[in-house]
């Protein structure tokens, strides 16, 4: 068997782990405005599909990949219609808003079934059938052997290998497939289940639209039978296993599939409440803007706006909302465009990085705007959010209370209960624009059974509600806080948010959707821009600008969680923890250069607005939504037990398939270095693992499909390199020539990986280490700056895998930037680790300390000399 293969079945074998049972993402788009549903074809992976997939990077790609846990749930499944219920059961609330199914042989069967599931709950998705047929004869049971030989040969067929091969025991099997028997076992259990399936399935009948793609030698199935809906049959050239091996039936397959895309406004409604946009509207919206804040009245509104006049901020919002630029993303019933989420971020990004307070917004439209849309009553939609689409109404939260501080659990407004209404009264502080908001987001307490997360109930309270007093809170910075007082203020229950008593959970969403960071980074960058345009951009912002860059890829990320319906705190705890703190550095660089910049006559108006906020905004930057240190404590209760597996998801999202098997192969006794320990020195080490990668066929993943490659491109490099410094392993995989962009992003990749196997393994060791009676990792002030340098590689790795994904127009001063964000990250990363192993990281035959000065060799190499190779 080649190189090649052995990589396929090495990852042919491995499954990805999700929240949902068997769903795996087959692709990282950066914007996808569709998602196209895979179910795996008889053998169970997905691997077949992956050609096919490379060729849809704009569209979201996710797959079905066969695990015994969903086949054998109980018992096995007795039919085709029985396992696709049990995978859309696992969906439960996570379902993907599915545009097309698509399913080659096997998972063409299984889409169609899925497909009907997903019919009977609203979600009415295109069908695309790859070859896929049913039985004309009844189903007789293969003879062992037959079914052993099968599926050695679908297994090989699917990778693209003709020819015939003998395997007449499960051993001679496992050993043509170049799997170890665990896995052989697992993966022929699965065939002959899938086959027993598919060999006694007949569809049930439907009424959605298939297009039948069929090989022109393969015998052929009526599809029109089996739906009302309307059926295009496309045939192609050859035997079953052409289609998804020739290039010239992958492309055609290709076309069909963005032709079988349905029209905008046929998409079903998922139950969210939203309807959507093929982004047809953006570009008229962006052009909107563009014009808007090219005027000189644009610019009036900004300054004056930057001085907290209030008629100056509703006059510029209003204008937004006119041109339908505040939430285009939300349904058309509701004043959006139905456009997808990532055009609304972008709007927001370009008019608030012209100065406009961007909390106004973050507090109307992002906060309690996308809030009532997610978890309101019919008639608070419809009578609230028309409005603050429109900008004709701001709004504001109200959860904060004197005493209390980011406690929010200890809250002591009360709201009781009379007849169809509630009476609130309380005292909040610290709130932001209540004076000239029309609405707010109230926190109170209507129980006190259980403990105080029991008996919070959320209400929209009217702020002009009598009852209601505004009060103006003096602070050093120009965006205003009030402090709110309610006095029998009366709401109607229509008013609540959710059920009586329940609104912990919610008020855990509600404040994951505050801690996006969004908001953080344009500030940000607009300090930033003022800081260079004041110092004329000296050398020493380049560590900042990277920081601010690394950060908005961060936020824009955490866009996408947040509307997710089981968005939690901890998703976004990270977003927030690194974006607020990369802010308040730059507010920070402001106050250290603000002696000489407060004496400054020559400044523009509104540079010197933007300047004084940086100077004044940024000490609460980390207090709202949350302090740095409820972050932190967030993020270490997250990581807890789980540490492992959250250090493996840094690497993974560069190729899960790639990292797991390079994980489950060389950790630890990968081939050719398995009779040296992990860390042991050996002058023909790093050859031998060179070799063996080689041997597995990784030195072929990134060669292009021409060239006897896999053609996965530079991010699939990234999860080897990546993989190998998580292990502790030298850098042996694509040393190439040095200097070059490209080997600079698979070294940075590398020392990523260093970091994070040097924070698993100090973690570790604070989890088993007791002193004083306590374990380490129960020390807040020993690991918080730890957990601080998760949140840190968690974001670089989140811009290196941008960085990887558009490394062909990424400029030499870009990558600069994040690799001295990176080399700064990967210092404090080491310096807090080695601090938590104590003296026994220091021993020359303890693991931290090998990885220690692995990192010292690498993490100082921004530019190798020529012919100088990192380790």
Known sequence: MDDGKRLSTYLSARSTATRVPGLVAMNQPDQAERTLLFAHPVGGSLLALQPLVRRLPDYRCVGLEASLDVLLDGEPAPSMQELARRYVAGFGDRCPDVDVVCGWSFGGGLAWEIACLLARQGVRPKVVLIDSTWRFREYQEPLPGERLQGFVGDALRSGGQDGEWLADSPAAAADALGMDMETFSERFEIFVHNSRLIGTWWPTPGDLDIVSIRATASSKSDWGAMTSGEVEVQDLPGGHYDLLNNPENLTAIEKIIRHALPAADTIADTGTGTDTDDGNAAPDLFASLTELIGTARWRDLVIRSRRMDGQAIAEAYRELGRRGLLTPDWPRGFGGSGTPTWVSVELFERFIATGLPDLVYALTVQIVGYFVLKSGSDRLKRELLPRISRGEEFATVLYSEPGAGSDLAALRTRAERRGDRYVINGVKVFSIYSDISGSALVAARTGTDGNKYDGITLFVVDLAAPGVTVELV???????????????????????????????????????????????????ARWLTALRAATGRPDDLQLLEGQVECATTVARAATEVFLRPDAAATDTAVAKLYTSETCQQVGHEVLRRWRTLADRTDLDDLVREELYSALTESPGLTLSAGSSEIMLSTIKVDLGEEYSRRCREIPLRFGPELVDTLVEVLEPVGAGVRAQPLFAYSPNRRRALADTLAELGFDRVERAEDEGGLGLGLTAGCAISLSLGYLGYENAYRPGPTGSPEDRVRHAAYVLGLGVGLFRTAWEYASGREQFGRRLVDLDALMFPLVRCYAEMHAVGTRLYEIANTAAQLDESALRRFELVQQDAMVRVVRASMQVMGARGITAWSVASRFYLRCAENIGLLDPLPGKETC
């Open 474 to 524: 003096e602070t050093i910075q120009p965006e205003r806080m009030c402090r709110v007082t309610l006095r029998d203020v009366e709401v109607e229950s229509w008013r609540r948010i959710g059920a009586d008593g329940r609104g912990w959970g919610l008020l855990d969403g509600a404040l994951a959707i505050e801690r996006t960071g969004i908001d953080h980074v344009v500030r940000a």
